[in-house]
């Protein structure tokens, strides 16, 4: 199978850091959102798309693993990469140190879709998210 990806980068903020300047554990999933929603702009379904096709995406489960950590000033490298899309969404994503090219964390992040209107759980992403995963990958 073939999976699309999509990277960002950003420099970690002193806010994102306790008090030895260290990113705060729960800040790694807030690095995870800036490369799922790079991923989703690139397939042309983002937050905005989402909302006005009718469905919603809530987070069903999270993993992750700390191998390194990323410190204030550092460079963040974010890779989201798409694993499952056609009964949910799952995504893997990577975190990197760009000036060491460590990996410092991993993890996945699944989501099951939501008809607005009714909400219902759907056991399928609607065609209007899968076709434009399908164009992307082509």
């Known amino acids: 199978m073939e999976y699309l990806s999509e990277e960002t980068e950003f420099k970690v903020d002193f806010n994102d850091c306790d008090p030895m300047g260290i990113v705060w554990h729960g800040n790694y999933i807030n690095y995870f959102e800036r490369a799922r929603s790079a991923l989703l702009n690139k397939i042309g ?46 995504m893997k994503f990577e975190l990197y140190n760009k000036e060491t090219g460590e990996k410092t964390t991993k993890g996945t992040v699944s989501q099951m879709c939501v008809k607005v209107d009714t909400n219902e759980t759907q056991f399928f992403c609607p065609k209007c998210f899968t076709e434009k995963v399908e164009a992307a990958l082509k």
């Open 45 to 90: 379904y983002n937050y905005k798309e989402m909302a006005n096709s009718g469905y919603m995406f809530p987070v069903t489960e999270v993993k992750i693993k700390y191998m390194k950590s990323l410190r204030f000033g550092d460079i963040c490298r974010a890779k989201a990469i798409l694993v499952e899309y056609e009964n949910m969404i799952q």
